[in-house]
């Protein structure tokens, strides 16, 4: 009886310190530009992921490319800690989101969670549900606040036969650091972004880096100076001045 009451303490012991060891894990996941995805196009994934103990963790993609082909992606390894971390990552989507996925594991192979990339798309409370846009032009914002949102879901002309038109707003916090972030995009409009400190060098440079390759970039300036010397600014057609008082004439 001893030696059974004993070798049950140990299985109960081992029991509560694998309970007591196990992570909780979450894991969500945004794509596009501001939940716009474009099919065929390289976009943004946002992969925010928190743990109840810091570990480092893999994330693996795997997304349909073509008709018989998936994608198998496997990134450097991220940091997990108790404090959700937004990780970026820009791959070329498809139209199927529900069969591509993201997926955590741990140094050892075991999974940690995952999500599709249209997993939240079927809760009617959600606000930033993923939408697919193919045959429209596709105008990305980002800056102090939307822009242009009167242009949105503009319907086709009969007359002219033009495409719709598509606006959607992404924070700069977000702005893709790689040229290729952009790739969805007809024009990416900054409305009066601040490129002293609001769009840091890379995301900077990035931009730069897209527009000689033949994106379309237009700035509406606002109330902040703006740097002769940064990256943007040198290959505006113009110079923007500084803010001044003037005084009307009366008559």
């Known amino acids: 009886m001893r030696l059974l009451l004993r070798n049950c303490f140990f299985a109960g012991a081992i029991l509560l310190l694998a309970q007591a060891g196990r992570a909780d894990t979450k894991l969500t996941v945004e794509s596009g530009w501001g939940g716009i995805v474009r099919p065929d196009h390289w976009n943004p994934i946002f992969i925010t992921a928190s743990d109840s103990k810091s570990r480092p963790a893999l994330v693996e993609i795997q997304a349909p490319h073509e008709s018989s082909v998936t994608m198998h992606v496997q990134m450097a390894p991220i940091a997990l800690s108790p404090k959700p971390q937004v990780f970026s990552f820009y791959l070329p989507l498809s139209a199927n989101l529900s069969d591509t996925t993201v997926t955590l594991r741990d140094q050892e192979g075991n999974k940690l969670g995952e999500v599709a990339l249209d997993a939240n798309d079927s809760d009617p409370q959600n606000i930033h549900r993923t939408e697919m846009v193919s045959n429209a032009h596709f105008i990305g914002v980002s800056g102090s606040s939307p822009l242009m949102q009167a242009l949105d879901a503009a319907t086709d002309s009969v007359e002219t036969r033009r495409p719709p038109i598509r606006v959607s707003f992404m924070p700069l916090q977000q702005l893709p650091d790689v040229a290729i972030g952009y790739d969805l995009l007809d024009v990416l409009v900054l ?10 060098p890379r995301q900077q440079q990035a931009i730069v880096d897209w527009v000689r390759a033949g994106g379309r970039l237009l700035i509406v300036p606002g109330m902040t100076p703006q740097p ?7 290959i505006l057609p113009c110079s923007i001045g500084g803010r001044e008082s003037i005084t009307p004439d009366p008559t």
């Open 191 to 200: 409305n009066a972004p601040d490129l002293t400190s609001g769009i840091g």
């Open 228 to 234: 002769e010397s940064s990256a943007i600014a040198r």
